[in-house]
């Protein structure tokens, strides 16, 4: 003779109510799954909480330092560029007046000082450019 089990009611599947969180909690509702059981309660308490805050906490604490970082080199790469950009227009003017003997005329130093600033514009662009990059 046959054996079966009559359900009058469609049963829910199996369940387990994990009560209490943590490290435990977690490995409790893992080893539910395995087993092929639905954790269906899950109470969380202070453990998870707090894991759960440090790791927000660190990551946005990361990305502060990594933004903070890259500010301070754009600035430190744009203040060295300038003074590279004065010392360079000074030698420049230096050189046209004095070695080739050039009248000093308000064209002359015009078109020094924007050939200058051209080539300077064009490396911070570029150092930026591969800050950001990296």
Same mark, same amino acid.
């Given at each position: 003779?046959?054996?079966?089990?009559?359900?009058?009611? %469609?049963?829910? %599947?199996?369940?387990?109510?994990? $009560?209490?969180?943590?490290?435990?909690?977690?490995?409790?509702? %893992?080893? #539910?799954?395995?087993?092929?059981?639905?954790?269906? #309660?899950?109470?969380?308490?202070?453990?998870?909480? !707090?894991?759960?805050?440090?790791? @927000?906490?660190?990551?946005?604490?990361?990305?502060?330092?990594? $933004?903070?970082?890259? $500010?301070?080199? !754009?600035?430190?790469? +744009?203040?060295?560029?300038?003074?590279?950009?004065?010392?360079?227009?000074?030698?420049? =003017?230096?050189?046209? +007046?004095?070695?080739?003997?050039? %009248?000093?005329?308000?064209?002359?130093?015009? @078109?020094? !000082?924007?050939?200058?600033?051209?080539?300077?514009?064009?490396?911070?662009?570029?150092?930026?450019?591969?800050?950001?990059? =990296?």
């Amino acid at each position: 003779m046959r054996y079966s089990r009559v359900y009058p009611i %469609k049963m829910p %599947k199996p369940s387990v109510c994990v $009560i209490g969180a943590g490290i435990s909690g977690l490995a409790a509702i %893992k080893e #539910c799954k395995n087993v092929g059981l639905d954790p269906v #309660c899950y109470e969380l308490n202070s453990d998870l909480v !707090v894991v759960a805050v440090v790791v @927000i906490v660190v990551v946005v604490a990361v990305a502060v330092i990594v $933004i903070v970082v890259v $500010i301070v080199v !754009v600035v430190v790469v +744009v203040v060295l560029v300038v003074v590279v950009v004065v010392v360079v227009v000074v030698v420049v =003017v230096v050189v046209v +007046v004095v070695v080739v003997d050039v %009248k000093v005329t308000a064209a002359v130093l015009v @078109i020094v !000082v924007v050939v200058v600033v051209v080539v300077v514009v064009v490396v911070v662009v570029v150092v930026v450019v591969v800050v950001v990059v =990296v």
